[in-house]
């Protein structure tokens, strides 16, 4: 089975500066997407990156951008030039791509990221 | 609608009590998912429709558990003799098809059981 792993319940950014939130994973497939969760107080996840596994570019949205490393099981997401807006739950969440397989994710425990003005 | 819509957005239950949470997912998307989120925790899985049927129900923690989707939309999450323990955030999740990688969520339920 697989599963996902954040080992940093909370992370503090000074405003405008980068931080970085940690996830690994385990899963014995070849074929899979990696995304990173934001869960503001309003509970609704909102999509903030997503990567496909056969891909070896690192995928970027804007201000943030992941470091997937396929060999040690990690996907990074550093978020640069951080706002206020940015505090929230970060959630970094698994899907298999292999051929049967029905969407669910599998989610990590989440990062609270607070940022100071 | 505009995106997936979650209604009540909370509700507060006696233990025992019998409950329904309802997802209306975006227009068009076959494919809807429920999840639970306990404080503290990501979301977990409960159950998988594509369509009308049931494709994966392997989440459900009980048989007091239980969903439909009669007419491929709309979706209702029923919970019988509600525990202390069924307390958590539960999301609702749907997508074009489960081929499509982007799921788009609702705002969630919080149901509390007293």
């Known amino acids: 089975a697989q599963t996902v792993t954040q080992s940093q319940p909370e992370m503090s950014v000074q405003e405008a500066e980068t931080v970085t939130l940690s996830c690994t994973y385990d899963?014995?497939?070849?074929?899979?997407?990696l995304f990173w969760y934001k869960q503001p107080p309003s509970r609704q996840m909102i999509l903030v990156i997503r990567?496909?596994?056969?891909?070896?570019q690192n995928a970027t949205e804007n201000r943030f951008s992941v470091n997937f490393q396929k060999a040690a099981k990690s996907f990074s997401l550093k978020i640069s030039d951080s706002q206020l807006g940015d505090a929230a739950m970060y959630f970094c969440?698994?899907?298999?791509?292999?051929?049967?397989?029905?969407?669910?994710?599998?989610f990590g425990k989440g990062t609270k990221l607070s940022v100071k003005p | 609608g505009a995106g997936v819509s979650q209604t009540p957005s909370n509700k507060v239950t006696e233990k025992g009590k019998y409950v329904e949470l309802r997802c209306d997912p975006i227009s068009g998307h076959t494919a809807l998912y429920w999840y639970r989120q306990s404080l503290g925790q990501g979301p977990e899985f409960l159950i998988y429709f594509q369509g009308t049927g049931a494709a994966d129900d392997s989440g459900l923690p009980n048989d007091r558990f239980f969903a439909v989707r009669p007419e491929g939309s709309v979706s209702t999450l029923k919970i019988q003799r509600t525990e202390r323990g069924d307390s958590a955030v539960y999301l609702c999740?749907?997508?074009?098809?489960?081929?499509?990688?982007?799921?788009?969520f609702g705002q969630g339920t919080r149901l509390t059981v007293v």
């Open positions: 969440a698994y899907r298999s791509a292999s051929r049967g397989s029905q969407g669910n994710l599998i």
């Open positions: 990567q496909e596994a056969y891909k070896q």
């Open positions: 999740a749907s997508s074009p098809g489960p081929l499509n990688t982007e799921a788009f």
């Open positions: 899963t014995s497939e070849s074929d899979y997407y």
